[in-house]
T-cell receptor, first 114, second 114 residues
């Protein structure tokens, strides 16, 4: 059974700092990995999706990397801003089986202090 | 498109009552997912549909939970009878086969059973 872990559970940084969020998964047979953002009281918004054949994806100040062999992904946020404060979740999709489902990590709650 | 629409946004009910949560997926999406989010267990997939047909309901916790999708634009998740431990945020999500993102999430329904 796939398990997805995100450490730390919470992170607080001053504005302008570059930061890295970590995601690890136990089964490397994944189809893709996706990073989501969740604001309080809101649903999840997709940030970046990395296919299993890719090493990284970039969108603006965000860069996500994937190392399947080690079961790790990182989300790099450059020049953090207070508006980046949210919970960030990673989710992996299995590469086989009929269950086209995502397994989510528990998230990292990020606070960027002005 | 207005995105995935869920109703109600908040529901407070007494133990033993029937609760019905509603979801309208994004038009043209052929997959629909119901998730439950709690502090203790994070995001859990309850059930998903493909072309209105339930594919995997292994995440449904008990027989008290049931879900239907009578047509491509509407789904319900019903809990009968409700219990305090059902209190959580319930998310509906949809996606399109071959789409660039794994799922688009609704805003969620916060259910409180007292």
């Amino acid at each position: 059974k796939q398990e997805v872990t995100q450490i730390p559970a919470a992170l607080s940084v001053p504005e302008g700092e570059n930061l890295v969020l970590n995601c690890s998964f136990t089964d490397s047979a994944i189809y893709n990995l996706q990073w989501f953002r969740q604001d309080p009281g809101k649903g999840l918004t997709s940030l970046l999706l990395i296919q299993s054949s890719q090493r990284e994806q970039t969108s603006g100040r965000l860069n996500a990397s994937l190392d399947k062999s080690s079961g790790r992904s990182t989300l790099y946020i450059a020049a953090s801003q207070p508006g980046d404060s949210a919970t960030y979740l990673c989710a992996v999709r299995r590469s086989s089986g009929s269950a086209r489902q995502l397994t989510f990590g528990s998230g990292t709650q990020l606070t960027v202090l002005p | 498109d207005a995105g995935v629409i869920q109703s109600p946004r908040h529901e407070v009910t007494e133990m033993g009552q029937e609760v019905t949560l509603r979801c309208k997926p994004i038009s043209g999406h052929d997959y629909l997912f119901w998730y439950r989010q709690t502090m203790m267990r994070g995001l859990e997939l309850l059930i998903y549909f493909n072309n209105n047909v339930p594919i995997d309901d292994s995440g449904m916790p008990e027989d008290r939970f049931s879900a239907k999708m009578p047509n491509a634009s509407f789904s319900t998740l019903k809990i009968q009878p409700s219990e305090p431990r059902d209190s959580a945020v319930y998310f509906c999500a949809s996606r399109q086969t071959g789409g660039v993102t794994e799922a688009f999430f609704g805003q969620g329904t916060r259910l409180t059973v007292v």
